[in-house]
């Protein structure tokens, strides 16, 4: 149990486009999920954090208008980077938890984003 | 400023051998939890330790945690070359529900064949 997915697994764009990645959890219904972004060869640095119907919590530092969060249901949350610039690229990683799962965070498998 | 430090930055072994890997964090924490990384995927939970809990053990994995000395180890013994990942600790130090995990900087093993 506790699988998430997340789509596009990479995706290539232009600059000043806007990438939407999803983010689901499969068997289980995830109250909150949460966004990270790594670069490579670095550790994960958290974005924000969403409950599901309510607006997303984002970190210090973390333009809320540039990265557009949305937790519509208890198994989908969507991050869409807005007019990404180069250096947005970037691996982002959802992760998921609630129900019984609430003390763990179960982590999808990353979309890797290149804008070019 | 990251949670947790992992140490060393980068390990390299030879098969067979067992791996010990440090983190320390800096506040009080509810929890502490391990996770690996391949190269480009996504995480792995490999095991939680509460912040009663002083020892667990998962297969070939030793967790301890130390809440005096703010830090944690996680030992794989008898290593293989499957084993070859980032290692990541993760604290939960929030007081609400959200269970917001911080993560430290990782540590790359190596386990060669």
């Known amino acids: 149990g506790a699988v998430v997915s997340q789509h596009p697994s990479w995706v290539i764009c232009k600059s000043g486009t806007s990438v939407k990645i999803e983010c689901r959890s499969l068997d289980f219904q995830a109250t909150t999920m949460f966004w990270y972004r790594q670069f490579p060869k670095q550790s994960l640095m958290l974005m924000a954090t969403s409950n599901e119907g309510s607006k997303a919590t984002y970190e210090q530092g973390v333009e809320k208008d540039k990265f557009l969060i949305n937790h519509a249901s208890l198994t989908l949350s969507t991050l869409t980077v807005t007019s990404a610039h180069p250096e947005d690229s970037s691996f982002y990683i959802c992760?998921?938890?609630?129900?019984?799962?609430?003390?763990?965070?179960?982590f999808g498998p990353g979309t890797r984003l290149t804008v070019t | 400023s990251q949670q947790g430090e992992e140490d060393p930055q980068a390990l390299s072994i030879q098969e067979g051998e067992n791996a010990t890997m440090n983190c320390s964090y800096k506040t009080s924490i509810n929890n502490l939890q391990w996770y690996r990384q391949n190269s480009g995927r996504g995480l792995v939970h490999l095991i939680l330790i509460r912040s009663n809990e002083r020892e667990k053990h998962s297969g070939r994995l030793r967790v301890t945690l130390d809440t005096s000395k703010k830090s944690s180890s996680l030992l794989i013994t008898a290593s293989r070359a499957a084993d070859t990942a980032s290692y990541f600790c993760?604290?939960?130090?929030?007081?609400?529900?959200?269970?917001?995990?911080?993560f430290g900087k990782g540590t790359l093993l190596t386990v060669n064949p």
């Open positions: 992760s998921a938890s609630g129900g019984s799962y609430s003390y763990e965070q179960y």
């Open positions: 993760a604290t939960d130090a929030s007081g609400g529900s959200n269970y917001k995990l911080t």
